[in-house]
């Protein structure tokens, strides 16, 4: 398998500087994986012999580690971050034993440094565990047989899945990532795992949960990875009212919702978390305030609808806790869908801080409810909307799970 793509000049460089310091360096993880389905990487994932402490006295300000037991080193570039980590092994039953957090199967940390083949045996699914070498023409180390996974589209985990699935829970997500992104059929005993072990998803930290959500928002796919989770039975684990959701009557609608939000992420239209839990929430939040309505009905104000908008949107992203500001920004794009259906004050309304991204839900419910022209059009074919995102709000890379 070979890419028709070139790999990013920052990353290339970076490798190339570790390799004349005489450590051996590829690129690594879904980077490999998205190059040969020739699809442009998010970012880049870079795995070397080197210590997080050799790479950063080799790179100086512009490296920082990170972690402290688990330490890796990020490469600022630009306006890239890149993530450099040190070829890793699977801890053995004998050191597990000494780590007072590594009860039962769960591994928190495997930490101690290997070599680049068992480096790729610690990893999730062969189509994960692929090295590429970009200084000489883009060679490809396949330790685990990834290459013809990836050709075939199959998620197959490294090791017995419900051995994995134990030692880290969020490998289930994973798998299903790859299903909801690229297509990929879950290999018989990933899916099997999956089904036996869902309920486990109970034991990662909500934290890491909740970034593992948003990064789903950060993609254009949100719609087949939720519904391929959903499809799978682990939806419940992670989100249990989208998941009654999608087993009721409203599931088309909101499908059909998230898959124009996916839409406007692929041009690039927004990756605010304003906007995209506010579009996860927007079904959910119209029930609860008027429990007869259809999808897209709306509702009328009434005295405390702050805090029931509010209180239904932490609700639904039950169990995660997030943060008052976030529920807050994801409360008035919400609140403001009303006020583009009403015209008046629409100075006014144009003025609010979350005025963009609550335009952006409303274009996003209007094209997937295909609403009348007459509801939108004052609105949509408006030039001064367009372009209005606010300043200072910079994409963040998320982070690494
Ligand atoms: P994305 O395109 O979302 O970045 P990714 O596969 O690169 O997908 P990362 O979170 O960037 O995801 O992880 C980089 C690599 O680290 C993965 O490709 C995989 O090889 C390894 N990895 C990440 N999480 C796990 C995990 N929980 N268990 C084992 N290996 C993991
Ligand atoms: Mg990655």
């Given at each position: 398998m070979s890419t028709k793509l070139s790999v990013d000049k920052g990353a290339l460089s970076i490798i190339e500087t570790l390799q004349e310091e005489g450590h051996t360096t590829y690129l690594v993880g879904g980077a490999v994986r998205d190059l040969l389905l020739d699809i442009e990487p998010k970012d880049y994932d870079i795995s070397t012999t080197a210590t997080p402490e050799d790479v950063k006295r080799i790179f100086g300000r512009a490296a920082r580690i990170i972690g402290r037991r688990f330490k890796i080193v990020h490469i600022y570039k630009g306006r890239n971050i890149y993530e450099i980590s040190t070829f890793r092994r699977m801890p053995t039953e004998e050191e597990r034993?000494?780590?007072?957090?590594?009860?039962?199967?769960?591994?928190?940390?495997?930490?101690e440094w290997g070599t680049p083949e068992e480096d790729a045996f610690r990893r999730d699914f062969t189509a994960n565990a692929l090295f590429m070498d970009?200084?000489?023409?883009n060679e490809i180390l396949d330790y685990c047989g990834g290459q013809e996974d990836i050709k075939n589209g199959v998620v197959r985990s490294l090791g017995a899945p419900s051995i994995r699935f134990e030692e880290d829970p969020v490998r289930m997500l994973r798998a299903l990532k790859l299903v909801g992104q690229y297509g990929f059929k879950l290999e018989k005993s990933v899916a099997k795992a999956i089904q036996d072990l869902g309920?486990?998803?109970?034991?990662?930290s909500q934290r890491r949960l909740y970034e593992e959500i948003l990064k789903i928002t950060y993609k254009p796919c949100a719609a087949s990875t939720f519904k391929a989770c959903h499809d799978e039975g682990l939806l419940q684990y992670l989100l249990p009212e989208m998941a009654e959701m999608l087993s009721g009557e409203d599931a088309p609608a909101f499908l059909e919702l998230i898959r124009t939000r996916d839409e406007k992420v692929k041009v690039g239209s927004s990756l605010s978390r304003a906007y995209s839990l506010a579009t996860l929430c927007y079904r959910f939040v119209e029930k609860k305030l008027?429990?007869?309505?259809?999808?897209?009905?709306g509702w009328e104000p009434f005295d405390g609808i702050d805090l029931k908008v509010r209180e239904a949107v932490e609700e639904f992203l039950q169990p995660y806790h997030v943060t008052r500001l976030v529920s807050a920004r994801v409360r008035d794009v919400l609140l403001l869908q009303r006020r583009f259906k009403i015209l008046k004050g629409r100075n006014k309304t144009r003025r609010h801080p979350e005025f963009h991204y609550a335009w952006l839900l409303f274009n996003t419910l209007a094209e997937s409810l295909e609403w009348d022209k007459e509801i939108t059009e004052p609105w949509i074919n408006?030039?001064?909307?367009?372009?209005?995102r606010p300043k200072n709000l910079r994409k963040r890379k998320p982070k690494q799970s």
């Amino acid at each position: 398998m070979s890419t028709k793509l070139s790999v990013d000049k920052g990353a290339l460089s970076i490798i190339e500087t570790l390799q004349e310091e005489g450590h051996t360096t590829y690129l690594v993880g879904g980077a490999v994986r998205d190059l040969l389905l020739d699809i442009e990487p998010k970012d880049y994932d870079i795995s070397t012999t080197a210590t997080p402490e050799d790479v950063k006295r080799i790179f100086g300000r512009a490296a920082r580690i990170i972690g402290r037991r688990f330490k890796i080193v990020h490469i600022y570039k630009g306006r890239n971050i890149y993530e450099i980590s040190t070829f890793r092994r699977m801890p053995t039953e004998e050191e597990r034993k000494g780590r007072f957090d590594d009860e039962g199967l769960m591994v928190w940390r495997d930490n101690e440094w290997g070599t680049p083949e068992e480096d790729a045996f610690r990893r999730d699914f062969t189509a994960n565990a692929l090295f590429m070498d970009p200084v000489n023409n883009n060679e490809i180390l396949d330790y685990c047989g990834g290459q013809e996974d990836i050709k075939n589209g199959v998620v197959r985990s490294l090791g017995a899945p419900s051995i994995r699935f134990e030692e880290d829970p969020v490998r289930m997500l994973r798998a299903l990532k790859l299903v909801g992104q690229y297509g990929f059929k879950l290999e018989k005993s990933v899916a099997k795992a999956i089904q036996d072990l869902g309920p486990k998803m109970c034991l990662v930290s909500q934290r890491r949960l909740y970034e593992e959500i948003l990064k789903i928002t950060y993609k254009p796919c949100a719609a087949s990875t939720f519904k391929a989770c959903h499809d799978e039975g682990l939806l419940q684990y992670l989100l249990p009212e989208m998941a009654e959701m999608l087993s009721g009557e409203d599931a088309p609608a909101f499908l059909e919702l998230i898959r124009t939000r996916d839409e406007k992420v692929k041009v690039g239209s927004s990756l605010s978390r304003a906007y995209s839990l506010a579009t996860l929430c927007y079904r959910f939040v119209e029930k609860k305030l008027c429990p007869e309505s259809k999808f897209g009905d709306g509702w009328e104000p009434f005295d405390g609808i702050d805090l029931k908008v509010r209180e239904a949107v932490e609700e639904f992203l039950q169990p995660y806790h997030v943060t008052r500001l976030v529920s807050a920004r994801v409360r008035d794009v919400l609140l403001l869908q009303r006020r583009f259906k009403i015209l008046k004050g629409r100075n006014k309304t144009r003025r609010h801080p979350e005025f963009h991204y609550a335009w952006l839900l409303f274009n996003t419910l209007a094209e997937s409810l295909e609403w009348d022209k007459e509801i939108t059009e004052p609105w949509i074919n408006d030039d001064t909307l367009v372009n209005k995102r606010p300043k200072n709000l910079r994409k963040r890379k998320p982070k690494q799970s």
